[in-house]
């Protein structure tokens, strides 16, 4: 083969890969099952984004909620965004707010250390969320706060 052609192979390959990268197929392939929040790729790699940490706990706080609730984390971010409460989508249920926080403690622990394990957030950041619900503070019990 001559030398064009071995450099048009290797350009015509590389950007056969980088097209399979961008779409996350190969990543895809080679990702193995991992308990839910599913870590975003930044999460894995060194990213720009500084508030990716408080995404993810709040993703996590998200489908806790929802799975209390029976819901899914679409429709329960599509009626807190309507104006309704968790304190209201809870008392629908049958929930007083500290069964609904013990709950929530429990289901959103394991969630939290998945996180930690993949190093989104720190240990130390699990565990204030995790004490900030033990002493009371339930996130969207009074539904969504938006800055005025």
Same mark, same amino acid.
């Given at each position: 083969?001559?030398?064009?052609?071995?450099?048009?192979?290797r350009?015509?390959? !590389?950007?056969?890969?980088?097209?399979? *990268?961008?779409?996350?197929a190969?990543s895809?392939?080679?990702?193995?099952? $991992? =308990?839910? =929040? #599913? =870590? #975003?790729?930044?999460?894995?790699? =060194? $990213?720009?984004?500084? /508030?990716?940490?408080?995404?993810?706990? +709040?993703?996590?706080?998200?489908? $806790?909620?929802? @799975?209390?609730?029976? &819901?899914?984390?679409?429709? *329960?971010?599509?009626?807190?965004? !309507?104006?309704?409460?968790? $304190?209201? *989508?809870?008392? @629908?249920?049958?929930?007083?707010?500290?069964?609904?926080?013990?709950?929530?403690?429990?289901?959103?622990?394991?969630?939290?250390?998945? *996180?930690?394990? /993949?190093? #989104? &957030?720190?240990?130390?950041?699990?565990?204030?969320?995790?004490? +900030? &619900?033990?002493?009371?503070?339930?996130?969207?019990? @009074?539904? &969504? /706060?938006?800055?005025?």
């Amino acid at each position: 083969m001559n030398p064009f052609a071995a450099v048009a192979v290797r350009t015509i390959g !590389a950007a056969g890969i980088a097209a399979l *990268l961008s779409a996350g197929a190969v990543s895809a392939l080679a990702a193995s099952p $991992s =308990p839910k =929040p #599913t =870590p #975003t790729a930044g999460a894995t790699q =060194p $990213s720009t984004d500084k /508030h990716a940490d408080r995404r993810a706990v +709040r993703r996590a706080v998200i489908e $806790s909620e929802a @799975d209390i609730l029976g &819901i899914t984390p679409e429709t *329960l971010v599509k009626d807190l965004k !309507a104006g309704q409460k968790v $304190s209201d *989508l809870a008392k @629908d249920k049958g929930m007083t707010k500290e069964q609904f926080e013990t709950r929530l403690a429990a289901n959103l622990k394991p969630r939290l250390q998945v *996180l930690v394990d /993949h190093k #989104t &957030i720190t240990q130390a950041q699990a565990d204030k969320m995790l004490d +900030r &619900i033990s002493k009371g503070h339930v996130p969207f019990w @009074d539904g &969504i /706060h938006r800055k005025k």
